[in-house]
């Protein structure tokens, strides 16, 4: 988990405007880097507001996690 991370979200009212067809990235889309994995997934679950955080990715250079592996992922660090 020491690979540099990626984390993008949607802001939830922002979310709310978005028009059908429109890409949601540029509709209030927001990002931030991490030196690592394990600092994005503990940015996406203890800073994010809960009503932003369903709609949070992480990216890395081999993978897309979405929320629910994000979720999990979490869990696992917190035993």
């Known amino acids: ?3 540099a991370a990626k984390v ?3 802001v939830a ?3 709310a405007t ?3 067809g429109r890409a949601l990235w540029w509709s209030g889309g927001r990002q931030r880097q991490f ?3 394990e600092n994005a ?3 996406v679950m203890e800073s994010l507001p809960d009503c ?3 709609t949070a990715m992480i990216q890395t250079d ?3 996690i979405q929320y629910g592996d994000i979720e999990r992922m979490h869990a696992g660090m917190m035993m």
């Open 13 to 15: 009212p922002e979310m």
């Open 62 to 64: 081999n993978a897309s």
């Open 8 to 10: 993008f979200w949607i």
């Open 41 to 43: 997934v503990r940015f």
């Open 52 to 54: 932003d955080r369903s």
């Open 1 to 3: 988990m020491s690979e």
């Open 35 to 37: 030196e690592s994995l």
């Open 18 to 20: 978005v028009k059908p």
